[in-house]
């Protein structure tokens, strides 16, 4: 039964996994489309808090949610393509492709100097993963301007949000989720280094 309880978090990762494979099915912006999508967003704040809540982390739901977060990601990515090709300017693109690229070298970058295929749940990633969510409902209704401008302040914060994944793999010297921001990596390595000291004293 303990077992079975600790799986509760990857079990509703995995739903949005089987979410996302839906979409391909599903006609764009269409109402059932807009559900499902819904429900995939849902359990991608509902994993994370159930873990967190209940102590369940575990290094395997850590691989899967990112594997999962870079399925829907691509999912969608394909789904939506050919609107944003209607839709959007070239400065458009150039703001959510830089991003894309970097976010994917922080994985890089992490797989290499960590050795985890994961990456850091800071809060502009937080941000930046609520205004990927919210993308596609600001193409009910078609109105160029507010297309643009919400890719604008999408890029904005999805740039910084990138850079600072990168930074803090980067200079951190060790993989700590509690990385939420630049500012962190020196407060929490400190902390670690603090706890470890008052350990080896203590025997």
């Known amino acids: 039964m303990k077992k079975f309880v600790k799986m509760i978090p990857n079990f ?7 979410g996302a494979i839906a979409l391909i099915f599903l006609v764009p912006f269409s109402i059932p489309f807009f559900i499902v999508y819904s429900l995939c967003g849902f359990t991608d704040l509902l994993d994370g808090y159930i873990a967190r809540k209940f102590h369940l982390e575990s290094k395997l739901g850590s691989i899967l949610d990112s594997v999962s977060d870079l399925f829907f ?3 969608m990515a394909y789904k939506i393509f050919p609107k944003l090709v209607e839709l959007l300017s ?3 693109w150039l703001i959510i492709i830089i991003p894309t ?10 797989a290499f100097k960590f050795k985890k ?8 990633n937080k ?4 205004s990927i969510f919210f ?3 600001v193409f009910i209704g ?9 890719a604008l302040v999408f890029g904005m914060v999805a740039i910084y949000g990138s850079v600072e994944i990168n930074l803090i793999h980067i200079f951190a010297k060790r993989y700590d989720e509690r990385n939420k921001s630049i500012f962190l990596v020196e407060k929490n390595e400190k902390d670690i280094g603090d706890y470890k000291n008052t350990e080896h004293q203590s025997i």
Do not use: D, K, Q
């Not at 295929?117 to 502009?124: D, K, N, P, Q, R």
């Not at 941000?127 to 609520?130: K, P, T």
């Open 90 to 92: 070239f400065w458009n």
């Open 135 to 137: 993308y596609p409902f």
């Open 117 to 124: 295929f994961s990456s850091l749940h800071t809060y502009a």
């Open 101 to 110: 690229f970097l976010h994917i070298s922080s994985y890089i970058i992490c």
């Open 73 to 75: 990601l691509g999912i």
């Open 142 to 150: 078609e109105i160029r301007t507010l297309f643009e401008i919400y």
């Open 127 to 130: 941000i930046m993963s609520a």
């Open 12 to 18: 509703i990762t995995s739903i949005r996994i089987v």
